[in-house]
C-alpha cells in the first residue's frame, strides 16, 4: 500500500470549511483514497473514498488532483463535534485487503 | 443495523497476568480485523480474518499473542504473559468482503500496571 503524508494538526474556526491535505505521491493507478476520522474515545468512522473523480456525500467532500497524488478533505461547515483524528489512507478495494492506519491530521474546531 | 460489539470496555490487570477481549462483528461480515492503538498513535493492524482464516498477521506478537476466529463469526484476542507496553486500547472492526468501508467498535482500554 502506497504510503500518505498528512500535515500533525490544523486549527479550524467553527462554521468555516476545514481543508485537510493528504499526499499520497506512490500512488498506483488501482489504490482508492479513504478517509477515516477518530473522535476521541471511540473506534475510526468511515467518511469517503474515491478512485479518480472527485466524491461528495454528507459528510464532506473529496477532491483528488489529477496526477492523483495529492487530495484534500472537505468539510464544509465545521463544527465543534468534527474535532477528531483524520487519516487519510490508500488502499487497493479488495476482497480482504488490509486497512493500514497512520498518524493523521489532530483537527481542532474552535468558537 | 447492530454495530461492532466489544467487550470488556476498560481492562486492568497486572505485568505477567493473562487477559482476553471479545468481538461481535456486524452480522454477515466476512472480514474482521483486531487493531491496537497506544496513546497517541494511529491503529495498528495485528491480525486480520477472512471468515475464519488468517489474511495477514505479520505485526502480531505471537509469543504472547493469540487469536480466534469461531465459526467466522466472534473472534477473541489474548495476550498471555501481558507486559506494560501492552497498555492500549485494543479495536475490532469488521467489513463485508469485497466493500470498502470498515467499521469499528469502541474499543477496550487494558492497562497493564
Known amino acids: 500500500d502506497a504510503k500518505t503524508t498528512q500535515p500533525p494538526s490544523m486549527d479550524c474556526a467553527e462554521g468555516r470549511a476545514a481543508n485537510l491535505p493528504c499526499n499520497h505521491s506512490t500512488i498506483s493507478g488501482n489504490e482508492y483514497v479513504y478517509w477515516y476520522r477518530q473522535i476521541h474515545s471511540q473506534g475510526p468512522q468511515y467518511i469517503i473514498h474515491g478512485l479518480k473523480n472527485n466524491e461528495t456525500n454528507e459528510m464532506a467532500s473529496l477532491i483528488i488532483t489529477e496526477d492523483r497524488k495529492s487530495s484534500t478533505l472537505i468539510l464544509p461547515h465545521a463544527t465543534l463535534r468534527d474535532t477528531a483524528v483524520y487519516y487519510c489512507?490508500?488502499?487497493?478495494?479488495?476482497?480482504?485487503?488490509?486497512?493500514?492506519f497512520g498518524a493523521g491530521t489532530i483537527l481542532r474546531v474552535k468558537s | 443495523e447492530a454495530g461492532v460489539a466489544q467487550s470488556p470496555r476498560y481492562k486492568i490487570i497486572e505485568k505477567r497476568q493473562s487477559v482476553a477481549f471479545w468481538c461481535n462483528p456486524i452480522?454477515?461480515?466476512?472480514?474482521l480485523y483486531w487493531y491496537q492503538q497506544i496513546l497517541g498513535q494511529g491503529p495498528k493492524l495485528l491480525i486480520q480474518f477472512q471468515n475464519n482464516g488468517v489474511v495477514d498477521d505479520s505485526q502480531l506478537p505471537k509469543d504472547r499473542f493469540s487469536a480466534e476466529r469461531l465459526k467466522g463469526v466472534d473472534s477473541t484476542l489474548k495476550i498471555q504473559p501481558a507486559k506494560l507496553e501492552d497498555s492500549a486500547v485494543y479495536l475490532c472492526?469488521?467489513?463485508?468482503?469485497?466493500?470498502?468501508?470498515?467499521?469499528f467498535g469502541q474499543g477496550t482500554r487494558l492497562t497493564v500496571v
Open positions: 452480522s454477515g461480515h466476512a472480514t
Open positions: 472492526a469488521s467489513s463485508e468482503g469485497g466493500r470498502i468501508e470498515a467499521f
Open positions: 489512507i490508500v488502499r487497493v478495494v479488495e476482497y480482504g485487503n488490509k486497512l493500514v
